[in-house]
């Protein structure tokens, strides 16, 4: 699938890391580092503009590294970024750890999957169709 991209940041274009990769990492584009204070939350520029198909959406994630290894997560996650739009991709960035954290011009900050979705129209009844399941939610099964 080819998707329209301007890139006006100085970082190479995502890309995926390997052969059966699902994401690709978005790296910021800053001038100036940014400073994360401990639960402190920031947007996080990475200078692209995407033309995705209709039917397809550009989901931001968590890196699972910068999790663990610094705290670090996306907010909102995942982030969606639908096919109208065509402003800059930003990422939600919080600190969750309790140590200032340096963010810098480059860094891979988060993930981008792209994913079909589909559209629905709602069809309004009285009753669902009973299942085993029914209502059960929130760990009702009792598995670990």
Do not use: C
Request: hydrophobic share 40%.
């Amino acid at each position: 699938m080819k998707i329209k991209v301007v890139n006006k940041s100085s970082n190479e274009l995502p890309e995926y890391s390997t052969q059966h990769a699902a994401g690709m990492d978005l790296r910021a584009n800053l001038v100036d580092q940014i400073i994360l204070k401990p639960f402190e939350r920031k947007l996080i520029p990475t200078g692209l503009f995407i033309e995705l198909p209709v039917g397809y959406e550009a989901q931001v994630r968590p890196r699972s590294g910068l999790a663990l290894k610094k705290g670090i997560t996306v907010l909102n996650s995942p982030g969606t970024i639908d096919a109208d739009y065509r402003g800059e991709i930003q990422v939600i960035l919080i600190n969750l750890s309790s140590v200032e954290i340096i963010i810098s011009h480059g860094e891979r900050i988060a993930q981008m999957v792209i994913a079909s979705h589909e559209q629905v129209d709602w069809e309004n009844v009285e009753i669902l169709e009973e299942t085993a399941r029914g209502e059960g939610g929130f760990g009702h099964t009792g598995k670990h």
